[in-house]
């Protein structure tokens, strides 16, 4: 079994505190553009949800980059982004279907969820528990952990 990130959106106030905590590590700055998370908000229902990578089976990211800069680590299922080989391209931006890479100006480099080596900053921060860092399940795929967050967010109307 693999670890990863599991979010549970009725826990979430919107507070933010994951993307500042993201932010930071990864670009040294308490700017939520800079973060490889982004809390969506949802007010006609009162929700709202951290997104992240998700870490796909077969990364679409991945599959568009010219030069290889970003690789899946086969033991942890987390695809590594290299800020030395990539060109700037923004490709793999434009190829998540998540939406869930971002291209950060100030720093000049995509800004991808890595689970931080395994010690998640966004988990850490998160003081309402809005955020796991946990074994998956190995019979759930990860696609269903996502519809089943997104089914029990919205109710049973959302398929």
């Given at each position: 079994?693999?670890?990863?990130?599991?979010?549970?959106?009725?826990?979430?106030?919107?507070?933010?505190?994951?993307?500042?905590?993201?932010?930071?590590?990864?670009?040294?700055?308490?700017?939520?553009?800079?973060?490889?998370?982004?809390?969506?908000?949802?007010?006609?229902?009162?929700?709202?949800?951290?997104?992240?990578?998700?870490q796909c089976d077969e990364p679409h990211c991945?599959?568009?980059?010219?030069?290889?800069?970003?690789?899946?680590?086969?033991?942890?299922g987390v695809v590594n982004?290299?800020?030395?080989?990539?060109?700037?391209?923004?490709?793999?931006?434009?190829?998540?279907?998540?939406?869930?890479?971002?291209?950060?100006?100030?720093?000049?480099?995509?800004?991808?969820?890595?689970?931080?080596?395994?010690?998640?900053?966004?988990?850490?921060?998160?003081?309402?528990?809005?955020?796991?860092?946990?074994?998956?399940?190995?019979?759930?795929?990860?696609?269903?952990?996502?519809?089943?967050?997104?089914?029990?967010?919205?109710?049973?109307?959302?398929?």
């Open positions: 079994m693999s670890k990863g990130l599991v979010v549970s959106p009725e826990k979430c106030t919107g507070c933010r505190t994951c993307e500042l905590a993201c932010s930071y590590s990864k670009g040294d700055n308490f700017n939520p553009k800079d973060s490889a998370v982004s809390v969506m908000f949802y007010d006609e229902i009162g929700l709202q949800i951290p997104m992240m990578c998700m991945m599959t568009v980059c010219v030069v290889n800069a970003l690789t899946k680590d086969e033991k942890t982004y290299d800020k030395e080989k990539c060109i700037g391209c923004k490709m793999c931006v434009s190829a998540c279907p998540f939406g869930n890479m971002t291209y950060s100006s100030r720093l000049k480099r995509v800004v991808k969820c890595d689970m931080c080596g395994g010690d998640p900053q966004c988990v850490k921060m998160c003081g309402y528990g809005a955020i796991e860092y946990k074994e998956l399940d190995g019979a759930l795929d990860k696609r269903k952990i996502i519809a089943n967050q997104f089914k029990e967010a919205f109710g049973e109307g959302a398929k």
